[in-house]
């Protein structure tokens, strides 16, 4: 991705928030995802019912991509469409996404995310203590987390 979207951050989901008929959010995450454009994110949708449904009544949505060990990544907000594998773009923009999953998921349909802004997420850690290095912050969200970089 790039540092439009996503920055250096190294983020594993995303979280994509939607919003059903009666205004109730929904979060969910979504682990196949690629950066189409440079204000297109697509996502795969696996098994994604209820995201679907609520993006078809309201295309309004918010994706937040997080790298947990540097606890930092980015907002990003837009208007999102459902692509259906009989549409035209389907099969280009769903290329990245089946090469990450090797073919192991089938994928229903994309979300395509038309990114309108972009904003960072920080960890109150970065406000709190801004002479804190990078590798600090990492070492201690190892240390949280109860986990070790594979060397």
Not at 22 to 43: F, Q
Not at 50 to 56: E, G, H, K
């Amino acid at each position: 991705m790039t540092s439009r979207l996503n920055g250096k951050e190294q983020a594993v989901l995303c979280w994509l928030a939607t919003v059903d008929p009666h205004n109730r959010p929904n979060v969910s995450p979504k682990e196949i995802y690629a950066e189409a454009s440079a204000n297109r994110l697509v996502i795969a949708d696996i098994a994604s019912g209820r995201s679907v449904r609520n993006i078809l009544v309201n295309p309004a949505v918010c994706v937040s991509l997080i790298d947990i060990f540097l606890q930092r990544g980015r907002k990003l907000e837009g208007m999102a469409e459902i692509i259906a594998p009989d549409h035209p773009s389907f099969a280009p923009l769903v290329a990245p996404l089946l090469e990450k999953t090797g073919g192991a998921f089938p994928i229903r349909h994309m979300i395509s995310v038309n990114v309108e802004r972009s904003s960072p997420i920080l960890a109150p850690s970065y406000l709190l203590f801004p002479d804190r290095s990078e590798a600090e912050l990492r070492t201690n969200a190892y240390r949280s987390y109860g986990v070790r970089p594979i060397r």
